[in-house]
């Protein structure tokens, strides 16, 4: 009788995967984090707008065509790439299959046309597994091996992803995370080994993007500091706000959000580059475009484009040049300030 009710040892009937279900446990937590910051920020919709740039940049990276965030965001802004005449051939056609592979990708995340939709809706129902109900995440994994291994394109399978995660209410809004490492040549494709490289790359991505956030909010309060103290009638804390919310913005843009005249936005935003609060990433007399300074996909190291060194020959790099086209459209102050 006493035999009969001594509990067995867990070993003998648990038979779970160690890896899987770490890697589960872990992308589950990071997800959860990443849900619960963003819900109800401020910055949720310029966290979005980087957030499909790096995850464009990660999928470009792992089709081939590496591209750098910064000039991911000025193509998608509109700014023409113009390139010294020295340039070879072969790199302007790397620099601009590179641009219009990842405009492409950022096109079936956000806007996909037609025929697009029509694939992305396809995808989706690869996502449907019956596992959905008991794990999105490990149903996500299965379709998107089951889809791949059955030939079919990796865009539509992406764009599917981001809208899944709202489906099933992983996440509140439409964070753009999908697992696009686990894609890389050398990860194994036999599916008890690819499951758990796909979870940790979704886990990867949500502590990176968590990780944005927070520097996006560092920044905003770093410039709101810097400008406390300002007369009462000073447009400062709300050109601040402005900028935090967008991604790249004009005088004129920003004039037009603070019902301002263009002259007096454009002194505000010089007299921010003097202070540090902000980065010009055009360089130029005309058309000029600014950013918050520590800002993704803006990085530190921005610079204007060097001058050749005196004396200095071939081998040089060779320097891209960027022109603003079309100006950008003020997206809406944050709602509230963080505390």
């Not at 990071?30 to 707008?49: E, K, M, N, T, V």
């Not at 592979?101 to 019956?130: C, I, N, R, S």
């Not at 007399?285 to 300074?293: C, D, E, M, N, V």
Request: net charge positive; charged share 25%.
């Amino acid at each position: 009788m006493l035999d009969q009710l001594t509990p067995r040892p867990v070993t003998s009937w648990i038979r779970v995967d160690p890896t899987l279900a770490g890697t589960l446990e872990r992308a589950s937590r990071a997800i959860a984090r990443l849900d619960q910051a963003l819900d109800g920020h401020p910055l949720l919709p310029a966290f979005l707008y980087r957030a499909r740039l790096e995850a464009v940049r990660r999928q470009a990276a792992v089709d081939g065509q590496l591209i750098d965030p910064w000039h991911l965001a000025a193509v998608l802004e509109g700014l023409r790439l113009r390139m010294d005449h020295a340039m070879r051939i072969i790199d302007r056609g790397v620099i601009f299959d590179a641009a219009r592979h990842a405009l492409t990708l950022h096109q079936w995340l956000t806007v996909p046309d037609f025929d697009q939709e029509g694939e992305v809706q396809q995808a989706e129902t690869a996502l449907a597994t019956p596992e959905a109900r008991v794990s999105p995440l490990l149903s996500a994994a299965l379709g998107v091996h089951a889809w791949l291994d059955r030939d079919g394109m990796r865009p539509p399978i992406r764009a599917a992803l981001v809208r899944y995660w709202t489906r099933h209410r992983v996440f509140r809004a439409p964070v753009p995370l999908t697992g696009a490492t686990a894609l890389r040549a050398e990860t194994p494709w036999a599916i008890d080994a690819w499951v758990p490289v796909f979870l940790t790359a979704l886990a990867d991505e949500a502590d990176d993007a968590r990780q944005m956030l927070l520097d996006m909010e560092r920044a905003w309060f770093s410039a709101r500091r810097a400008v406390a103290g300002r007369r009462s009638n000073s447009r400062a804390a709300a050109a601040i706000d402005i900028l935090a919310a967008a991604p790249l913005i004009s005088a004129t843009s920003l004039a037009m959000g603070l019902g301002m005249a263009v002259k007096n936005a454009l002194e505000l935003l010089t007299g921010f580059c003097a202070d540090g609060i902000t980065i010009e990433v055009t360089h130029r007399s005309k058309r000029r475009l600014f950013g918050l300074a520590g800002l993704a996909p803006l990085r530190d190291e921005i610079s204007p484009p060097r001058r050749p060194e005196p004396g200095r020959g071939r081998g040089r790099p060779p320097t891209i040049r960027l022109e603003v086209e079309p100006l950008l459209a003020v997206p809406p102050s944050p709602e509230r300030a963080m505390t």
